[in-house]
């Protein structure tokens, strides 16, 4: 009887390799109609999506859909089109459970992309409230970080 030896695992393509590909199956412009077939103003939906974009390290798609679900949610919608046009100081409250965690999210991907001024936005809207499990000293960080890399 001969022991047979395991075979090594086939090495996983990298991220960067995987990026191009996962980018093209969930295209925003496609993916709620043609492949996923749900509808297109699912917040949670573009949530996730959001999540896994950032995951694999494609910044401008995870931008957009996170972007995607605060124009869908009518009171983060209503929030930042007056923090934009009037620029508010006062917090104006966000419908959607996860607005201010995809604040944060949006405020850490705008900083590596070198988009200062909404990085820092968005970690102003959140100051007041941060996202579990974050604290206000973990927002100041970021903030402090965003000026130290301008």
Known sequence: MTSRR?????????TSSRTPRFAS???????????????????????????LYDRYGSLDHAEEA???????????????????????????????????EILFRLGIIYKQQGKYAESLECFDRILRNPPNPLAHADIWFQIGHVYEQQ
């Open 25 to 51: 199956i969930f295209s925003l412009s496609t993916a709620p109609n043609s492949i996923l077939g749900f509808p297109q103003e699912d917040p949670k939906l573009w949530y996730g999506i959001g999540i």
């Open 66 to 100: 996170f972007s995607s679900v605060l124009r869908m949610d009518k009171g983060a919608y209503l929030a930042s089109r007056a923090g934009l046009a009037l620029n508010l100081d006062h917090e104006v409250a966000l419908d959607f459970d996860k607005a201010n």
């Open 6 to 14: 395991p075979t090594q695992p086939t090495s996983r393509p990298s």
